[in-house]
């Protein structure tokens, strides 16, 4: 073989790897179907609204037998031919219609942004369009950018595959892939640090994932490096506080940009059953800051009461009283939880767990200021030991999760209770809250009236207006220490239940 024969051998390797078929398997055996022909019709359809009868696919893939290896973009097209409905119950992928289609059609500006509710269908519709930029769109580099590599992963390479296996190579642990062929660079975004990987490439277009949760001058060295004629980038988020840049220098200016924005919530997705939709609702209460993002999809402050449903005579979602006057007889298993503090209140918490109810039985509630004396470390852990008892008799808590800054009382815990797991807890504030909500609305913790201070905080516990106006997010630091001694335990125990912004792999 000569030294052209072989370059030409070579080249046709390489092209078959990287760009290679959908086989649809009928009667007479499989047929190969060209990658790029398969998206086009794909495209098409949508576009029409159904399935182009002259279409020289329509016959084949009429006959083709259902392979969900070849992806949801491929089985809707095969159901579309054999005219069956799609179903919701095996996570089909129904064809775009309505804004979710002009969402991919009509995404023609250098900024392109899908914001809006959880599950809405707007991850979905954004990688639709950008397998439509990989393939059709003009050569040059290609960037896709998240939070971290970890949840770019998770958040678009996963869908993607599912969407069409084929039109991706990628391999756990890569700093690129080649969609349809092309190369396309992966990259972090979630510190200030991350802007100096930006810097000096030329980019003809890029995808950015949650964006809100990326540093201003990460993105807008981004769009510095989209320089080439046509260039674009496609954006998703959920919504922030309106104080977020992405909503004061872009979205609020976008009469005065190059830029489509589409609202998403949830009746935008036609594939989202109807348990799922409760259960989101469900992760994000009605009364929350949370239900207002994450299930309205608006741009909202969060200002005044941070449990606004919340008060002595509260009912949870199946209205079931939250504060309850009866506690259960006897408790399988108990926990604590503690908010250090010496200049500052030091709280305990005691949880105990009857049937699959979690309740906060007792407080103990330590004010340095109002007692006018501090107490040291040795002098909490004798306080422990008094707290720790129930009708009389002593108890030994399966756990206890204490404020990650007392490092030094945690190894006073540790000493005087040996054997009891003494954890740092977890302290994530935002998620944290929204856990305690999810908690208390589901039914899934009560609080023992007798629990005082408890009540009080969380009935007054708001957030901090002067930092909000500032563009910062957090509670305002007063009268919050069972607050946190709550959240603590929450994060323990329902950890993982407010994760709205996780988008799992696939739809």
């Given at each position: 073989?000569?030294?052209?024969?072989?370059?030409?051998?070579?080249?046709?390797?390489?092209?078959?790897?990287?760009?290679?078929h959908?086989?649809?398997?009928?009667?007479?055996?499989?047929?190969?179907i060209?990658?790029?022909?398969?998206?086009?019709?794909?495209?098409?359809?949508?576009?029409?609204?159904?399935?182009?009868?002259?279409?020289?696919?329509f016959?084949?893939?009429?006959?083709?037998?259902?392979?969900?290896?070849?992806?949801?973009?491929?089985?809707?097209?095969?159901?579309?031919a054999?005219?069956?409905?799609?179903?919701?119950?095996?996570?089909?992928?129904?064809?775009?219609?309505?804004?979710?289609?002009?969402?991919?059609?009509?995404?023609?500006?250098?900024?392109?942004?899908?914001?809006?509710?959880?599950?809405?269908?707007?991850?979905?519709?954004?990688?639709?369009?950008?397998?439509?930029?990989?393939?059709?769109?003009?050569?040059?580099?290609?960037?896709?950018?998240?939070?971290?590599?970890?949840?770019?992963?998770?958040?678009?390479?996963?869908?993607?595959?599912?969407?069409?296996?084929?039109?991706?190579?990628?391999?756990?642990?890569w700093?690129?892939?080649?969609?349809?062929?092309?190369?396309?660079?992966?990259?972090?975004?979630?510190?200030?640090?991350?802007?100096?990987?930006?810097?000096?490439?030329?980019?003809?277009?890029?995808?950015?994932?949650?964006?809100?949760?990326?540093?201003?001058?990460?993105?807008?060295?981004?769009?510095?490096?989209?320089?080439?004629?046509?260039?674009?980038?496609?954006?998703?988020?959920?919504?922030?506080?309106?104080?977020?840049?992405?909503?004061?220098?872009?979205?609020?200016?976008?009469?005065?940009?190059?830029?489509?924005?589409?609202?998403?919530?949830?009746?935008?997705?036609?594939?989202?059953?109807?348990?799922?939709?409760?259960?989101?609702?469900?992760?994000?209460?009605?009364?929350?800051?949370?239900?207002?993002?994450?299930?309205?999809?608006?741009?909202?402050?969060?200002?005044?009461?941070i449990?606004?449903f919340?008060?002595?005579?509260?009912?949870?979602?199946?209205?079931?009283?939250?504060?309850?006057?009866?506690?259960?007889?006897?408790?399988?298993?108990?926990?604590?939880?503690?908010?250090?503090?010496?200049?500052?209140?030091?709280?305990?918490?005691?949880?105990?767990?009857?049937?699959?109810?979690?309740?906060?039985?007792?407080?103990?509630?330590?004010?340095?200021?109002?007692?006018?004396?501090?107490?040291?470390?040795?002098?909490?852990?004798?306080?422990?030991?008094?707290?720790?008892?129930?009708?009389?008799?002593?108890?030994?808590?399966?756990?206890?999760?204490?404020?990650?800054?007392?490092?030094?009382?945690?190894?006073q815990?540790?000493?005087?209770?040996?054997?009891?797991?003494?954890?740092?807890?977890?302290?994530?504030?935002?998620?944290?809250?929204?856990?305690?909500?999810?908690a208390?609305?589901?039914?899934?913790?009560?609080?023992?009236?007798?629990?005082?201070?408890?009540?009080?905080?969380?009935?007054?516990?708001?957030?901090?207006?002067?930092?909000?106006?500032?563009?910062?997010?957090?509670?305002?630091?007063?009268?919050?220490?069972t607050?946190?001694?709550?959240?603590?335990?929450?994060?323990?125990?329902?950890?993982?239940?407010?994760?709205?912004?996780a988008?799992?792999?696939?739809?």
């Amino acid at each position: 073989m000569n030294l052209q024969s072989l370059r030409k051998a070579v080249k046709g390797l390489r092209k078959s790897i990287e760009q290679p078929h959908i086989v649809a398997t009928t009667s007479t055996g499989p047929v190969e179907i060209e990658l790029p022909e398969l998206f086009d019709l794909f495209i098409d359809c949508i576009r029409q609204g159904d399935f182009p009868k002259d279409h020289r696919l329509f016959v084949l893939l009429s006959e083709a037998e259902r392979d969900e290896s070849q992806g949801l973009i491929y089985e809707c097209l095969r159901k579309l031919a054999q005219n069956i409905p799609p179903s919701i119950d095996d996570g089909d992928l129904i064809l775009p219609r309505g804004k979710q289609s002009q969402s991919i059609l009509e995404s023609d500006k250098r900024i392109n942004l899908w914001y809006g509710s959880v599950r809405s269908s707007k991850t979905v519709m954004s990688l639709i369009k950008w397998l439509w930029r990989c393939l059709r769109g003009p050569k040059g580099r290609r960037m896709m950018v998240g939070n971290t590599s970890e949840t770019l992963e998770l958040n678009c390479i996963e869908p993607l595959r599912d969407l069409l296996p084929a039109a991706i190579n990628f391999t756990t642990g890569w700093r690129h892939c080649f969609i349809f062929g092309r190369k396309v660079v992966l990259r972090g975004a979630n510190d200030v640090g991350q802007e100096k990987k930006f810097r000096g490439p030329t980019l003809v277009d890029a995808y950015g994932d949650e964006v809100t949760t990326w540093a201003k001058s990460v993105f807008k060295m981004l769009l510095t490096r989209l320089s080439r004629p046509g260039s674009a980038c496609f954006l998703t988020t959920n919504p922030d506080q309106p104080l977020h840049y992405l909503n004061t220098d872009y979205i609020e200016r976008v009469k005065d940009l190059s830029m489509t924005l589409w609202h998403f919530i949830l009746d935008d997705n036609p594939g989202l059953p109807e348990d799922v939709k409760a259960e989101l609702v469900r992760e994000n209460p009605p009364g929350t800051v949370y239900y207002l993002r994450f299930i309205l999809g608006l741009w909202v402050a969060a200002e005044g009461k941070i449990y606004s449903f919340f008060s002595p005579d509260a009912k949870d979602e199946q209205g079931n009283p939250i504060i309850v006057d009866v506690l259960p007889e006897s408790f399988s298993k108990w926990r604590v939880a503690v908010d250090y503090g010496t200049v500052n209140a030091c709280v305990y918490g005691l949880y105990g767990l009857a049937g699959k109810i979690w309740y906060k039985v007792k407080e103990w509630y330590w004010d340095s200021e109002k007692e006018h004396r501090q107490k040291t470390n040795a002098e909490y852990s004798r306080d422990m030991k008094g707290f720790l008892t129930w009708n009389g008799a002593p108890i030994r808590p399966a756990s206890m999760d204490v404020d990650p800054s007392a490092t030094g009382f945690i190894a006073q815990l540790r000493q005087d209770f040996p054997g009891i797991v003494i954890y740092k807890a977890i302290n994530a504030v935002l998620g944290g809250i929204q856990n305690v909500a999810v908690a208390l609305m589901s039914g899934w913790l009560k609080i023992f009236r007798g629990c005082v201070k408890t009540i009080e905080e969380h009935s007054a516990y708001v957030w901090d207006e002067t930092a909000r106006k500032r563009g910062d997010e957090k509670p305002l630091k007063q009268r919050d220490h069972t607050c946190d001694e709550t959240r603590y335990m929450c994060a323990r125990l329902f950890m993982g239940i407010s994760r709205a912004s996780a988008k799992p792999a696939g739809l």
